[in-house]
């Protein structure tokens, strides 16, 4: 069936440090990817996304990476800031135009 | 400035009563979406509708129901038979491609949810 799931439910690091938050898929016809923020008492921001055909794609301090052969997706933050503390979600595209998503990956930022 | 609303932000009613939440969105945006989130979990599907007039159902539309009479509104009712109805709501919103089909780059935008509490 479709899952998308993540590895870790917690995260701890240190400011400045780099953060990786991994995430798995089972359904290889995904073709699109999302990496959403959500802070507490939100609704989940935006972050970046990226689609089957391309392997790597770069935002501002984020970047993502695809790895279709293992199915596992990748979100890298630089840099990490206070402000980065939140769960993280990667969800795919479901056949309907709506949204799959992992049960999410709780950052914290310690100073 | 464009973007979604959710009200009210909390919301508490008594087992037994329908309850329902409002959605509305200035984005000119065709598809939107109920999403039900619970604690340390990921956001489940309840209903979408990705034209006027038409919805369809989710992987948990049992207990709930919408309509979309409106391009810019999908309000989400919670009815008494829906047995766990205490949980975060969350509306989003999608602009659709050509011939219907969703846009691959058009990720949905999320309203800030409702919070629900029946007692």
């Known amino acids: 069936g479709e899952s998308v799931g993540l590895h870790l439910p917690t995260l701890s690091v240190q400011e400045g440090d780099n953060s990786i938050i991994n995430c798995a898929y089972s359904n290889s016809a995904s073709d699109y990817f999302i990496w959403y923020k959500q802070e507490s008492g939100k609704g989940p921001q935006f972050i970046i996304d990226i689609r089957s055909n391309m392997d790597k794609r770069q935002g501002q301090r984020v970047t993502v990476l695809l790895n279709k052969t293992v199915k596992h997706l990748s979100l890298q933050i630089a840099a990490t800031q206070p402000g980065d503390s939140a769960v993280y979600f990667c969800?795919?595209?479901?056949?309907?135009?709506?949204?799959?998503f992992g049960k999410g990956t709780k950052l914290s930022v310690k100073p | 400035d464009g973007g979604i609303t959710q009200s009210p932000k909390y919301l508490f009613r008594k087992e037994g009563q329908n309850v329902t939440l409002s959605c509305e969105q200035n984005?000119?945006?065709?598809?939107m979406y109920w999403y039900r989130q619970d604690p340390g979990q990921g956001l489940r599907l309840i209903y979408y509708s990705q034209i006027v007039n038409d919805f369809q159902k989710g992987d948990i539309a049992e207990g709930y129901s919408v309509s979309r009479e409106k391009k810019e509104s999908f309000p989400l009712t919670v009815t008494s038979a829906q047995k766990n109805p205490t949980a975060f709501y969350l509306c989003a919103s999608s602009p659709l491609g050509q011939g219907r089909s969703y846009s691959y780059n058009s990720p949905l935008h999320f309203g800030n949810g409702t919070r629900l509490t029946v007692t």
């Open positions: 984005l000119n945006h065709d598809a």
């Open positions: 969800a795919r595209r479901g056949s309907q135009g709506n949204l799959i």
